[in-house]
């Protein structure tokens, strides 16, 4: 529920927070493989909605190649962040 009040409150830093404490020990074992997802999923469209692209581009390699599997959402959020940014000539390369 603390991710759901950070994008509620488009809380980037909170969010940040969150993640670091999530990436402590073994903290992250206390979600199940389909919450967790869901965690990452959240996570990532706040990042798309808030970042940088290039911050957004570097939490996507990172995340999307051992964390999570991208929503269609995610990838709407993506693809926006990227026309936002101007930055459509990246799309090859994160497909």
């Given at each position: 529920t603390?991710?759901l009040q950070?994008?509620?409150?488009?809380?980037?830093?909170?969010?940040?927070?969150?993640?670091?404490?999530?990436?402590k020990?073994?903290?992250?074992?206390?979600?199940?493989?389909?919450?967790?997802?869901?965690?990452?999923?959240?996570f990532?469209?706040?990042?798309?909605?808030?970042?940088?692209i290039?911050v957004?581009?570097?939490?996507?390699?990172e995340m999307?190649?051992?964390l999570?599997?991208?929503?269609?959402k995610?990838?709407?959020?993506?693809?926006?962040?990227?026309?936002?940014?101007?930055q459509l000539?990246v799309?090859?390369?994160?497909?």
């Open positions: 603390g991710l950070c994008c509620d409150l488009k809380d980037i830093k909170l969010a940040y927070q969150l993640n670091k404490a999530m990436e020990g073994d903290n992250w074992k206390f979600l199940d493989v389909d919450r967790l997802n869901g965690y990452w999923s959240k990532f469209s706040l990042l798309c909605m808030m970042e940088q290039e957004v581009l570097k939490w996507y390699k999307s190649s051992s999570f599997y991208p929503t269609p995610n990838i709407l959020d993506l693809l926006q962040a990227l026309d936002a940014a101007n000539e799309i090859p390369s994160v497909w």
